[in-house]
């Protein structure tokens, strides 16, 4: 995961967990990466890898700030160090300062973009503003109308907070109606940091077991509940289980069906390990992951130390072995252990019911979920190692197929979605 531009960015969205890193390079002197960081990041990534095709994720902060020609520079560099493997891109972004010669480029040089946006203006305005702390939601409107007009293949990534988590169809439906055909939800989880403890005046807590973090330090009024969580996930696959799939993707649910076929992990939240997808500074510095961009987790610099060397040190491997070593007892006899894998262990600051440490904070929301999404998992599953596309459970559901499961959820019944309503209240009011 690539900064060019560090933690810089446009919008000052209230929830951004990588605005303030900015403090941790004081006197950086500007955050744009050099063409020296660049060509040793673009030949080095691309000679450490030996497969056929590799892919460069660039993120920010916002990364359209350093504008085209930087990212045409890019693709030359690409194109001189290819040595005959396909290259592709991603590119996260805002959206809001997309125009003609960012459609043109992005369409040329086949550039996926994920767009973020968190439902409807109403829920994406609640926390995504800009500097003036003026709402962006039009902005992002008309950058995804551009990326449509050119063709641009997108996604979406919604973050998922304390006040949108309350609306899951609603979102779910609105991402749908603007043409996203592949979805990623992303749950919000911060933490107020104990300043005493940190240095850098950091407002953000790192995470459990760093040199800086607080055990008791109070997650933020933003943080997405657990138990909404929960009810998020599980009424949002109700609808699509039932309609959508292999129309509309949602990463989550696709990742979840891989772990049920038991494939490696198609995500490093949901693997047994991670230490694989580490973020890269506008300086050249690599940090062990993007949510641990602290000084005790630097790796070191690309311009002293080549980056397959620091992917390969021991600390790195540590790093994502204790992903899987660190687990409570509590989660090790879990039933939906093999799907969660404890999520990330930036999340795991609870306590067990035995009083353990290392509990993930979403865990209620995992165990409520991935048991909620067992019937239908062992269905697709088995759809697949017959030969069969998962896309047939929407009929055999629609027949009564499915053992464990009802062909259409009664009006009278309670909903799926946990809120306590019937559903004809409740998430059947919203069809």
Request: charged fraction near 25%; hydrophobic fraction near 35%; charge should be neutral.
């Amino acid at each position: 995961m690539t900064k060019p531009i560090g933690p810089i960015c446009n919008l000052d969205c209230k929830y951004c967990f990588y605005l303030e890193k900015e403090k941790l390079y004081p006197e950086s002197g500007g955050f744009r990466m050099s063409e020296q960081v660049l060509e040793t990041f673009v030949r080095d990534y691309i000679a450490a890898q030996r497969v056929p095709e590799i892919t460069f994720a660039w993120q920010g902060g916002e990364p359209t700030l350093l504008g085209v020609p930087f990212f045409r520079k890019a693709v030359e560099l690409q194109k001189r160090y290819a040595n005959g493997k396909r290259i592709l891109n991603s590119f996260q972004t805002n959206g809001t300062l997309l125009d003609d010669e960012w459609g043109l480029f992005l369409a040329e040089n086949g550039f996926l973009v994920g767009l973020s946006i968190d439902g409807p203006a109403h829920l994406h305005d609640a926390y995504r503003v800009d500097k003036k702390q003026n709402p962006t939601f039009e902005k992002v409107m008309g950058g995804l109308e551009i990326l449509k007009k050119h063709g641009v293949e997108f996604n979406t990534l919604t973050v998922v907070n304390r006040k949108n988590s309350l609306h899951p169809l609603e979102i779910y439906d609105f991402l749908k109606e603007i043409g996203s055909g592949f979805i990623q939800l992303i749950p919000l989880v911060e933490r107020r940091a104990d300043k005493e403890l940190n240095p850098y005046g950091l407002e953000l807590a790192p995470p459990p077991q760093s040199e800086m973090e607080d055990a008791d330090c109070p997650v933020t009024a933003w943080s997405v509940r657990a138990e909404d969580y929960g009810k998020f996930l599980t009424s949002i696959f109700d609808r699509w289980v039932r309609k959508d799939v292999g129309k509309i993707f949602v990463q989550l649910f696709d990742v979840a069906l891989g772990n049920w076929m038991r494939y490696p992990g198609g995500l490093c939240v949901f693997s047994e390990k991670c230490g694989t997808a580490l973020a890269l500074e506008h300086n050249g510095d690599l940090y062990a992951c993007d949510h641990y961009v602290y000084p005790e987790y630097r790796r070191g610099n690309i311009l002293q130390t080549p980056i397959a060397e620091m992917v390969a040190s021991p600390e790195q491997r540590k790093f994502g072995a204790d992903k899987s070593d660190s687990l409570p007892a509590y989660c090790k006899k879990c039933s939906v252990r093999f799907a969660c894998h404890g999520e990330c262990p930036k999340h795991r600051f609870a306590k067990t019911p035995d009083g353990e440490d290392g509990l993930n904070y979403l865990c209620p929301a995992y165990k409520k979920f991935f048991s909620h999404i067992d019937p239908y998992m062992q269905s697709m599953a088995g759809l697949l190692r017959a030969g069969h596309p998962a896309a047939e459970i929407c009929g055999l559901l629609a027949e009564g197929k499915i053992a464990g499961v009802s062909a259409e959820i009664g009006r009278n019944q309670l909903c799926p979605c946990g809120s306590g309503k019937r559903y004809k209240r409740c998430c059947g009011a919203r069809k």
